[in-house]
C-alpha cells in the first residue's frame, strides 16, 4: 500500500523568507501526487498537482513544487512566504486514479514570524 | 461552479445517537469522496461513490457507516449509535471520473460526540 511521509510536523519561518515542505511517498510506480493547503475549520484547497511531464510544476499563491523519481519525493517550496501562508499542509498521492481515494501525509503546520 | 457544500458545518450530539451528513458535490462531478480527519492527521479515506454506485470502502468504515448516493447528486454519511471516537471532521470530495482528476473539498463537517 502507499503511504505519504511528511517528516516535519511544524515549521516555523519569518515573513519573506524561503520555504521548503518535505515530503516522500513509498510507491512502485509514477503516483499521481498533490498538494493541498488547509485553514483552521476549513477544507482542503488544492495549491498544485503533478501527473506526468515536467518535473517542476507551479501552483497557486506562489508555491511549486519539484517531483524527484530516484528520492521518491514530491516537495513544496514558496520563495517569499506571507503571514497569509500560515497553516496546515498537507501532501497527498493518488495511485488508484482516483478509485482508492487520496492517501495523504499527517500534514506540516507553518507558523510565520513577524 | 459553486463549489463542494456541506451540511451542517458542527455538529453536537451525545454517544449513542444516530447523526446524518450531506454533501453536494460540484454539478458535473461523477465521483464523489468521503474522508475522516481526526486532530493533527491528515485525511483517511472512507468511501466513494462513481454516480450512484458505491464502488469502494476503507476497512476505517464500520457497520455502524453508511453512505448513499441516491441518484448520483449529492450524498448522505449516516453514524448509528455514534461513539466518542467517531469526533472528527468529515470531508467530502469531488471529481470527474475516467483516471486521475483533482479532488475538490468542501469545508467539511465536524463532529462532536459528547
Known amino acids: 500500500a502507499q503511504s505519504v511521509t511528511q517528516p516535519d510536523i511544524h515549521i516555523t519561518v519569518s515573513e519573506g523568507a524561503s520555504l521548503e515542505l518535505r515530503c516522500n511517498y513509498s510507491?512502485?510506480?509514477?503516483?499521481?501526487l498533490f498538494w493541498y493547503v488547509q485553514s483552521p475549520g476549513q477544507g482542503l484547497q488544492l495549491l498544485l498537482k503533478?501527473?506526468?511531464?515536467?518535473?517542476l510544476v507551479q501552483g497557486i499563491k506562489g508555491f511549486e513544487a519539484e517531483f524527484k523519481r530516484s528520492q521518491s519525493s514530491f516537495n513544496l517550496r514558496k520563495p517569499s512566504v506571507h503571514w497569509s501562508d500560515a497553516a496546515e499542509y498537507f501532501c497527498a498521492v493518488d495511485s488508484g486514479g482516483g478509485a482508492d481515494g487520496l492517501t495523504f501525509g499527517k500534514g506540516t503546520h507553518l507558523i510565520i514570524q513577524p | 461552479d459553486t463549489g463542494v457544500s456541506q451540511d451542517p458545518r458542527h455538529k453536537i450530539t451525545k454517544r449513542g445517537q444516530n447523526v446524518t451528513f450531506r454533501c453536494d458535490p460540484i454539478?458535473?462531478?461523477?465521483?464523489l469522496y468521503w474522508y475522516r480527519q481526526t486532530l493533527g492527521q491528515g485525511p483517511e479515506f472512507l468511501t466513494y461513490f462513481q454516480n450512484e454506485a458505491q464502488l469502494e470502502k476503507s476497512r476505517l468504515l464500520s457497520d455502524r457507516f453508511s453512505a448513499e448516493r441516491p441518484k448520483g447528486s449529492f450524498s448522505t454519511l449516516e453514524i448509528q449509535r455514534t461513539e466518542q471516537g467517531d469526533s472528527a471532521m468529515y470531508l467530502c470530495?469531488?471529481?470527474?471520473?475516467?483516471?486521475?482528476?483533482?479532488?475538490?473539498f468542501g469545508p467539511g463537517t465536524r463532529l462532536t460526540v459528547l
Open positions: 470530495a469531488s471529481s470527474l471520473a475516467g483516471g486521475p482528476h483533482t479532488q475538490y
Open positions: 503533478y501527473f506526468s511531464g515536467d518535473t
Open positions: 454539478s458535473e462531478h461523477n465521483r
Open positions: 510507491y512502485g510506480a509514477t503516483p499521481y
